[in-house]
């Protein structure tokens, strides 16, 4: 019962740390809440035309994988 209630007040202090450090980009040197900056492009995948396996971007015979967009 004891390593259960400190294993589940450990994931609890975990959540809290990680609700600030995503809030932190949006705050100035000051503390005030600024304008997010943009997230950052997902990198785009390649696959190769004939095996459909994936490959390196720019590699010969490769194409554009369409990558669905985050909500």
């Known amino acids: 019962m004891r390593k ?9 202090f975990a959540a809290g740390l990680a609700g600030t450090v995503q809030a932190a980009p949006c705050k100035d040197a000051k503390g005030k809440f600024t304008k997010c900056p ?4 997902a990198p785009a995948r390649c696959r190769d ?17 369409p990558m669905a967009a985050k909500k």
């Open 49 to 65: 035309k004939t095996t459909k396996h994936f490959a390196k971007c720019g590699a010969a015979n490769t194409e554009a994988v």
């Open 38 to 41: 943009p997230a950052a492009a």
């Open 4 to 12: 259960s209630l400190t294993l589940l007040a450990t994931l609890a």
